[in-house]
């Protein structure tokens, strides 16, 4: 199966620095979905995204859908302690599956 | 209200043995998924129902079997248990496969250990 791109791999940031990953697909999604895993816990959908150039926010994060429809992007500001997780993206179309990305591991210094 | 349970949390056994985990969903969905995460964190899906209907089969052993015995639930069997297949496996639903609405929400997952 397919898995996407996630960059970077893994960040270590100070609290209040703003955090930019992006995601990249060989194939194009009509469907872009982000999500974040705290450990020992599933994921959990941070932002969903259904149209190319889409930009959406949710509290601090803003999410892009990529004009060519084979990338995303995820941004979070002002980053504070909590934000400490693994972000995936995932990628798809309507009546088909959805990919994982490969996950950007944030640490995020006090 | 948990949205999407799972059980066990934790499963220890030894190689050879058969065990089974099971997942409920109380959203009303009518996509349900296994996911199986390894020790890199990569998710890979394993399958899908949509309506108690297989609409999702990766290359997954046949010792893995899914059942699901009505829209809200799907359950995993694992016959003949080896050390790679310990894991982590997440259950997860979704409002429809078949419509624009893509969100899956999932469950807590269930760390499997194969000693």
């Known amino acids: 199966g397919q898995q996407l791109n996630q960059s970077p791999q893994s960040m270590f940031i100070q609290e209040g620095e703003d955090v930019s990953m992006n995601c990249t697909s060989s194939s194009i999604f009509n469907t872009w979905l982000w999500y974040k895993q705290d450990p020992g816990e599933g994921p959990v959908l941070l932002i969903a995204l259904y149209k190319a150039g889409e930009l959406t926010s949710n509290g601090r994060l803003t999410a892009q859908f990529g004009i060519t429809r084979k990338d995303s992007f995820l941004n979070i500001s002002a980053s504070i302690p909590s934000d400490v997780g693994i972000y995936f993206c995932a990628g798809g179309h309507t009546g088909n599956q959805f990919y994982f990305g490969t996950g950007t591991s944030l640490t995020v210094i006090p | 209200d948990t949205a999407v349970s799972q059980t066990p949390k934790y499963l220890v056994t030894q190689m050879g043995n058969d065990k089974s985990i099971k997942c409920e969903q109380n959203l009303g969905h009518d996509t349900m998924y296994w996911y199986k995460q390894d020790s890199k964190k990569f998710l890979k899906i394993m399958f899908s129902?949509?309506?108690?209907?297989?609409?999702i089969n990766e290359t997954v052993p046949n010792r893995f079997s899914p059942k699901s015995p009505d829209k809200a639930h799907l359950n995993l069997h694992i016959n003949s248990l080896e050390l790679g297949d310990s894991a982590v496996y997440f259950c997860a639903s979704s409002p429809s496969f078949l419509t624009s609405f893509h969100e899956q929400f999932f469950g807590p997952g269930t760390r499997l250990t194969v000693l």
């Open positions: 129902y949509n309506n108690k209907e297989l609409i």
